[in-house]
C-alpha cells in the first residue's frame, strides 16, 4: 500500500521558515520521482520541487527559487521542504506526491502529469 504522510504545516509570519516533512513507503521512496505540490484557494495546483532519487535535476517553481529547498533523508524514507522567507502568496495546501520518473540519457526527468499517488497535504498560512 502506497502511504505519503506530511506534516509540519502551520501557521507563520511573512518572512518566516517552516519545514514541511514526507514519510513515504520505502518502495515509493527509493525508485519515483518525489515532489512538492501545492494548492491555493481558487488556484490550480501547481508543482513547487522535485527531483528523482536516482539522479537528475532537481526542479523548482520560479517563484520559490532561493527560498524553498527539498531535500531527503534516505534513512527514514523522508522528504522535506524547507521553506524560507516566506510570503502571503505562499499560502496553500502543500502536497507530497510521487510519481513514475522518466529516464533519458543516463538522467532522470519528473513529469508532473506522472505523479499520481498524493498524500492527504498540510496547510501552510503565512500571515502579513
Known amino acids: 500500500q502506497v502511504q505519503l504522510v506530511e506534516s509540519g504545516g502551520g501557521s507563520v509570519q511573512a518572512g518566516g521558515s517552516l519545514r514541511l516533512s514526507c514519510v513515504a513507503s520505502?518502495?515509493?521512496?527509493?525508485?519515483?520521482?518525489m515532489g512538492w505540490f501545492r494548492q491555493a484557494p481558487g488556484k490550480e495546483r501547481e508543482g513547487v520541487a522535485d527531483f528523482h532519487p536516482g539522479g537528475g535535476s532537481t526542479y523548482y517553481a520560479d517563484s520559490v527559487k532561493r527560498r524553498f529547498s527539498i531535500s531527503a533523508d534516505n534513512a527514514k524514507n523522508t522528504l522535506y521542504l524547507q521553506m524560507n522567507s516566506l510570503k502571503t502568496e505562499d499560502t496553500a495546501m502543500y502536497y507530497c506526491?510521487?510519481?513514475?520518473?522518466?529516464?533519458?540519457?543516463?538522467?532522470?526527468?519528473?513529469?508532473?502529469?506522472?505523479?499520481?499517488?498524493w498524500g492527504q497535504g498540510t496547510q501552510v498560512t503565512v500571515a502579513s
Open positions: 506526491a510521487a510519481g513514475r520518473g522518466r529516464l533519458m540519457a543516463g538522467s532522470w526527468s519528473c513529469p508532473h502529469t506522472n505523479y499520481n499517488y
Open positions: 520505502a518502495y515509493i521512496y527509493s525508485s519515483y520521482c
